[in-house]
């Protein structure tokens, strides 16, 4: 059987399921002095609010998908530039690599300085 077959049958099972458990519901609640046809519209009116809750489940389980496909999307995203970023922070890293030496050098002057002026007073 073909994807779409199994899942039509699928639904017609649902619908049967649905129509059976409205009949044994309204059959529950029956009254004292009510006809069969008035049960069958119960039943009818259970099942219709049934399939109403169903449909309204699975579009909020639609959007919930859409929300996660959305976040996922983005944390994808956000993961992919975070290289590009790091990269940058290396290459900014690396343009100034004559800082501590230029640092290392103005410390020996100055002390340098120190030591020579200490010695001439």
Known sequence: MTQPAVAKNKQKKDARDLRAEALKIANTIKTEG???????AI?????RGMEMFLRQQSEKTRELDKRVKKVK???????????ADESE???????????????????WGLFLVIAAVKVFI
């Open 34 to 40: 009510q006809t069969p046809v008035e049960t069958k």
């Open 43 to 47: 039943a009818n009116g259970i099942q």
């Open 73 to 83: 999307q983005l944390s994808n995203q956000l993961t992919q530039q975070k290289p």
């Open 89 to 107: 922070e290396t290459i900014n890293a690396q343009t100034n690599p004559r800082l501590p030496w230029m640092l290392l050098a103005l410390s």
